[in-house]
């Protein structure tokens, strides 16, 4: 085997590595913001039975900032 073949046997090697993290990274994502997106939903839900934003956060396990911070970013996103 030459040197070239060598070299492009191993530029494919990475091409393929690469491709398989961007895949595992791209999926990791996709479920990250999965559960953002379901989270949100269910605080709007609560925000439409009439729910403080401490009830949702007791309710939902997480701090008042966190909701709060999540309803910010649902007005921005309207």
Not at 10 to 24: L, P, S, T, V
Not at 30 to 54: C, P
């Amino acid at each position: 085997m030459t040197l070239e073949m060598k070299l492009k046997e191993q530029y494919n090697a990475g091409i393929k590595q690469g491709r398989e993290e961007g895949k595992e990274e791209g999926r990791i994502q996709g479920i990250e913001e999965g559960k953002a997106e379901a989270i949100m939903d269910l605080i709007r839900q609560k925000l439409a039975n009439g729910k403080s934003t401490a009830q949702i956060a007791s309710e939902c396990e997480r701090s008042v900032e966190t909701i709060q911070d999540l309803i910010a970013e649902m007005e921005l996103k309207q």
